[in-house]
């Protein structure tokens, strides 16, 4: 056991990223704990975790971290996993109802207001529960497998914000990525390169065989078909920090700079050399 304490997210989306912690031998020299999205970020900032799949807004949040090259939770376009649900149209909405477990998916709601939709409006922390959301609020902001479950033709207005972000900035939208304490790396074996680790992972997740097992896995679990979960994986979400994912996370954090949900911008700080990549079809 390395000792390093690994804090994960519990959604269908980082299911490729964990592959090897599943299913292979990785998951021996680490301590793994599955949790949502902001508890993954709260975890670091406590000294609770060394290394946790937090949402991208949080890392201007957090001190001492660094981030593993070249792996992230994106989207180049539609994302289907981050949904504004509406009783009205947008323009018209004034108050939603916000599931808090991804900070960076509300303040992605929060930037789109302020900078491209007229202005901020009123978010009340909600949990994701969509009938309740919807009856004191004109939308709800539904995050990951919940807002993979939303009907199509429920009746709502339903907006996707990755596909917003892109219209808006002609930019993807990165949401997560891999971070690592500083503090924590000296306790590190040095046998283990944690960014090979943790990409080996991601790569063999991405495999087709090995998607066919997470879409079995997962298809009981969300009550979606194993066709909609690959799709979804393979279509919706980008696993890479490539130039142009890197250029949307900087975008966003500057926007959120300049909309006072941020102090400062940060530095993006990567632990060892960057090479910014997609994968070779």
Known sequence: ?????????S??????????FDHGEAGRDFEIDYTIPSACAAALAADQADIGIIPAFTYA????????PNIAIAAKDRVRSILLVGKRPIEQMRSVAVDTSSRTSVALLQVLF?????GPRELTPHPPRLDTMLRAHDAALLIGDV????PLDAGYHLYDLAQIWREKTGLPFVFAFWAVRLDALSRKPKDICLTKVFQQSRDHGLERQNLDVIAKEWSARLDLSEDDIRSYLTGNIHYYLD????????????FSHEIGLIAAIPELRFLGPVAFSSPKN
């Open 114 to 118: 302020a900078k491209f939709l007229g």
């Open 243 to 254: 130039r142009e994912n890197h250029a949307g996370l900087r975008l966003f954090l500057q």
């Open 61 to 68: 949040q957090i001190p001492g971290l660094v981030i593993l």
């Open 11 to 20: 959604f269908l989306n980082t299911a490729p990223l964990m592959w090897d």
């Open 147 to 150: 807002a993979l479950k939303v």
């Open 1 to 9: 056991m390395s000792g390093l304490r690994i804090s994960a997210i």
